[in-house]
């Protein structure tokens, strides 16, 4: 059985984090009007990099199993 390559998962991770607060920032100035806060995107953006990394740390394990 091959090893999961962390660097596959952490570069999928930091992508899927990026993507993630690009969209809510935008949603959040264009459609809420809030505006462009730096403490909300702090908050964002390690959260969605552990959610983005534990989710495609679980997809690789479970593409493993196959």
């Known amino acids: 059985m091959a090893e999961i390559n962390k660097k596959r998962v952490i570069t999928a991770a930091l992508i899927g984090g990026i993507v993630f607060c690009t969209f809510v920032t ?3 100035y264009f459609l ?3 505006g462009f806060s730096w403490i909300r995107l ?3 953006f390690p959260f969605a990099v ?3 990394g ?3 740390y679980r997809a690789f ?3 493993q199993k196959r």
């Open 26 to 28: 935008l949603f959040e």
């Open 32 to 34: 809420l009007n809030r």
């Open 42 to 44: 702090a908050f964002y």
């Open 50 to 52: 552990l959610m983005y």
């Open 54 to 56: 534990f989710l495609t």
């Open 61 to 63: 394990k479970k593409q």
